[in-house]
């Protein structure tokens, strides 16, 4: 992710700084951090489109599967009752079935976790990276101050 990679370079920028004597502040050239905060600026926007990128995928996804167990559980309702004039066959199909939903459920669960994993994962490292760059904000201000 390109936000990292810019938040890297405003961190070299900082240690490599000119420390001022007697305090913990550094001097810095403002130019290169401002083309740095400019460029964190234009990236961000990708970021963010990329979270909900990931959220309406999801969706999508969680959708497609549950077409998917609906599918499988006509496709099995209709096996049962072409199957129904023969008790051993009428069983059978009944345990088919109920294996079929579990593993529709099982699998639709799974893909809705990895999902809601992903998105949270890529939203915690947005949030993160937004955090940081307040933070920085706010201090380089308090700095000028």
Known sequence: MEIFT???NLEELME???KVPFSTK???DIE???EVM????????????QAKWVK???QRIMSDA?????????????KIINMVDEHVITQQALAQKEEIIENANKISKEISIGTREYADSLLA???DVLRETIDLIHNNRKELK
Do not use: C, H, T, W
């Not at 400019?38 to 489109?49: N, R, V």
């Open 6 to 8: 810019l938040l890297e």
């Open 16 to 18: 490599s700084g000119q």
């Open 26 to 28: 550094v001097m810095v």
């Open 32 to 34: 290169e951090f401002r």
């Open 38 to 49: 400019e460029e964190i600026k234009l990236k961000l926007p990708d970021e963010l489109k």
């Open 56 to 58: 309406e995928e999801r």
């Open 66 to 78: 549950e077409k998917e167990a609906n599918n499988l559980l006509k496709e099995a309702e209709g």
């Open 125 to 127: 490292k947005v949030e």
